[in-house]
């Protein structure tokens, strides 16, 4: 079975411009979180989306967005890229919208972004 | 792989050993605790969990351990191996939310 599948896998962009990266959960999975892991640290939420609808939304400015899919895909959109948003970001999918013993994240490689 | 562990905390132990990394969690009102492992070039890997109406749940291998009343939280790692070499996440959450909150994590290292 494939797992959580991110892409690009890496991505070099400039100040101001925009990106877009994309998940694809497990087959199954409902639910798509994307977190933001600067180097060196934990990784911090950006959002849930579960069953196309938002569930959720880290403490992040409103450059950031995302939307889910009837596939149950997700795309997370960042515009007027800074530098401070080079990081891996991170795509998690469960199969329902609650954390509970038998419904974990699972998450993907992720996409490196760097921003110059 | 980018290392995951630039400037973590590092503990390193001897093939064979036990290892414990400890967590201090930050949210009173957290119910559900999670330890995570990340490899180099991966993304964080569920170890194990628990609730906060438990103080100690066991897996293969590994054991949590909850403190509520001091807010602490701890991995015990079994007879630790080289593939054990990794940062280790302890991670938090309120209601079944998915807005899961990371520590800063601990690197382990394996001495073979």
């Known amino acids: 079975d494939a797992g959580v599948t991110q892409s690009p896998t890496h991505l070099i962009k400039t100040r101001g411009q925009h990106v877009t990266l994309r998940c694809s959960p497990i087959?199954?999975?409902?639910?798509v979180s994307w977190y933001q892991q600067v180097l060196g640290q934990g990784p911090q939420f950006i959002f849930q989306?579960?069953?196309?609808?938002?569930?959720g939304r880290g403490n992040f400015p409103d450059r950031f967005s995302a939307r889910q899919f009837p596939n149950y895909s997700s795309e997370l959109n960042v515009n007027a890229l800074l530098l401070g948003d080079s990081a891996l970001y991170l795509c998690a999918s469960s199969p329902g919208s609650a954390l509970t013993g038998a419904n974990v994240l699972t998450f993907g490689a992720g996409s490196r972004l760097t921003v110059l | 792989g980018e290392s995951v562990g630039l400037h973590l905390p590092t503990l390193s132990v001897q093939e064979g050993d036990n290892s414990i990394i400890n967590c201090a969690y930050s949210?009173?009102?957290?119910?559900?605790f999670i330890w995570y492992k990340q490899e180099s070039g991966k993304g964080p890997q569920f170890i194990i969990d628990i609730r906060s109406n438990m103080d100690k749940r066991q897996g293969q291998r590994v054991t949590v351990l909850l403190n509520k009343t001091v807010k602490h939280l701890s991995l015990q790692i079994a007879a630790t191996q080289p593939g054990d070499s990794a940062v280790y996440f302890c991670?938090?959450?309120?209601?079944?939310?998915?807005?899961?909150?990371f520590g800063t994590g601990t690197k382990l290292q394996v001495i073979p």
């Open positions: 989306y579960y069953e196309k609808e938002e569930r």
């Open positions: 949210n009173s009102a957290s119910d559900y």
């Open positions: 087959s199954g999975h409902k639910s």
């Open positions: 991670a938090e959450t309120t209601g079944g939310y998915q807005k899961v909150t």
